[in-house]
Nanobody, 126 residues
Framework: QVQLVESGGGLVLAGGSLRLSCAGS????????MGWFRQAPGKEREFVAA????????YDTHSVKGRFTISRDNAKNTVYLKMNNLKPEDTAVYYC???????????????????WGQGTQVTVSS
């Protein structure tokens, strides 16, 4: 079992920055792929970014690449999402998730992720 706890959300003005954290407990996630997702009101949960156990990164290029950066600290069993130049359309609940590194299949498929955090709210005002 893995427990994931997100933190770092809040209210920020457009153009501002936030750094989200997701701490894992229960077992180490160092060999897992870690991901960030978000869900805006009335919309489906969508993929934002993922990082492999060796540090390879993948982003949803349409919406966040160039503004968001995913990273991980395996010693702390924690994954981060640094968000710069935030826009009102980034407003959502942000979730982290984990899946085994050996698992194939697209990151956008939510069913391929095993454990989820409870989410942290990010609100960007214009």
């Amino acid at each position: 079992q893995v427990q994931l706890v997100e933190s770092g959300g809040g209210l920020v003005l457009a153009g501002g920055s936030l750094r989200l954290s997701c701490a894992g407990s229960g077992r180490t996630c160092t060999s897992d792929t870690m991901g960030w997702f978000r869900q805006a009101p009335g919309k489906e949960r969508e993929f934002v970014a993922a990082i492999g156990w060796k540090g390879a990164t993948t982003y949803d290029t349409h919406s966040v690449k160039g503004r968001f950066t995913i990273s991980r600290d395996n010693a702390k069993n924690t994954v981060y999402l640094k968000m710069n130049n935030l826009k009102p359309e980034d407003t959502a609940v942000y979730y982290c998730a984990t899946r085994p590194s050996y698992r194939s299949g697209p990151y956008v498929d939510l069913n391929l992720w095993d454990y989820w955090g409870q989410g942290t709210q990010v609100t960007v005002s214009s």
